[in-house]
């Protein structure tokens, strides 16, 4: 196999559909189906898995059960289980609830911010402070997150220098990691590219994760881009889940069967059982009952269809 000098030779793939990708579905899906889906991917070797949200019901109520499902899971060992937490409130339940790392979500865009978490961003920092040092405290990771940092679906273009402005305000917290997100997918390689060259000069790549939507069609390419920047930790979700509320328009994240596919083409370990995540995408298009958002995964089902004769 040809394998570049610039690409990584293994990739880290947070699997964000039990969050990023359900969260947005009107009809509430039933914990039953949130837990199954959670310990098949569990199964398929995510070594990080974003399971849950402790948000305000009153602003996302598909994550209103989220206690429920962290106590219904199964935990494989060395599995970290993930959830947001925007506030101390949600912290005492990410705690109660023995989540492996909690998520501080944030924006470039103090439009977005607003919309999404009701705050400024410094106001956000502030709020994240006790926060952070709760979690660690407690010897819980955090992961910060950045909304919009490719564009904002209300203020447009967003300076490189914005984002990097608010990595340092989340790596001053405490941040072992922080996700660089592409909101409403508008982001194309070049863009990729300037983001991730001026945000390198603050942290190591290494600390960055990239968290691509797909609405244009560009995740791949982009996550392509964002490899040959250094960057080897990606969040994808399942059958290309989900769309983000206070971003209309928003589609999912990209598929993860179709990384799993780019990834495996170009000789980069996963440690992730590509037929097992296709089986699960099939499972919750299924039980939501709409089309697998998967490339890779239509196909592969379509050709295992084909040889039994279906
Ligand atoms: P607020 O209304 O300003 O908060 O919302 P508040 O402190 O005034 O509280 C209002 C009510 O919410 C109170 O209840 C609180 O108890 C309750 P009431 O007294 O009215 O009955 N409340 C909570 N309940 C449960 N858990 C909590 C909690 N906090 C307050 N943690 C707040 C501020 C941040 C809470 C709200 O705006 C919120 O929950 N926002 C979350 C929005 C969200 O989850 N968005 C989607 C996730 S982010 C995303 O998808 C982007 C990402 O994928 C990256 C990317 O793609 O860009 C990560
Ligand atoms: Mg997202």
């Given at each position: 196999m040809i394998s570049s000098p610039y690409l990584p030779k293994k990739v880290k793939i947070v699997e964000v559909g039990p969050r990023d990708g359900?969260?947005?579905?009107?009809?509430?899906?039933?914990?039953?189906?949130?837990?199954?889906?959670?310990?098949?991917?569990?199964?398929?070797?995510?070594?990080?898995?974003?399971a849950a949200a402790f948000v305000s019901p009153k602003w996302i109520p598909?994550?209103?059960?989220?206690?429920?499902?962290?106590?219904?899971?199964?935990?494989?060992?060395?599995?970290?289980?993930?959830?947001?937490?925007?506030n101390l409130q949600?912290?005492?339940?990410?705690l109660a609830s023995r989540a492996n790392e909690i998520v501080i979500f944030g924006a470039a865009s103090e439009t977005f911010s607003q919309k999404n978490i009701n705050c400024s961003i410094a106001e956000s920092i502030e709020r994240f402070a006790p926060v952070t040092k709760a979690a660690l405290d407690h010897n819980?990771?955090?992961?910060?997150?950045?909304?919009?940092?490719?564009?904002?679906?209300?203020?447009?273009?967003?300076?490189?220098?914005?984002?990097?402005?608010?990595?340092?305000?989340?790596?001053?917290?405490?941040?072992?990691?922080?996700?660089?997100?592409d909101t409403i997918g508008i982001g194309t390689p070049n863009k990729i590219k300037a983001v991730f060259e001026h945000i390198g000069q603050i942290l190591p790549m290494s600390t960055y994760s990239g968290h691509?939507?797909?609405?244009?069609g560009q995740s791949l390419a982009n996550i392509y881009a964002a490899m040959e920047m250094g960057v080897s930790t990606f969040h994808s979700s399942v059958a290309g889940l989900g769309g983000c509320p206070y971003a209309q328009?928003?589609?999912?994240n990209v598929a993860t069967e179709d990384v799993?596919?780019?990834?495996?083409?170009?000789?980069?370990?996963?440690?992730?059982?590509?037929?097992l995540v296709v089986r699960s995408g099939n499972y919750i298009s299924n039980v939501l009952n709409r089309p697998n958002g998967s490339k890779a995964g239509r196909a592969f089902l379509a050709k295992v269809a084909l040889s039994a004769g279906d």
């Open positions: 359900l969260q947005n579905e009107k009809t509430f899906v039933a914990n039953e189906v949130k837990i199954s889906l959670i310990n098949q991917l569990s199964s398929a070797g995510f070594s990080n898995i974003e598909q994550m209103a059960s989220s206690e429920i499902v962290m106590a219904g899971i199964d935990r494989m060992p060395g599995t970290i289980y993930s959830v947001l937490v925007p949600g912290f005492e339940k990410a819980i990771r955090v992961r910060g997150s950045i909304s919009c940092a490719m564009g904002c679906p209300f203020e447009g273009n967003i300076d490189p220098a914005k984002v990097g402005e608010v990595v340092r305000l989340m790596a001053d917290l405490g941040c072992a990691e922080i996700d660089i997100a691509f939507h797909d609405t244009y328009g928003a589609t999912g799993l596919y780019l990834l495996a083409g170009l000789g980069i370990e996963t440690g992730i059982d590509f037929e």
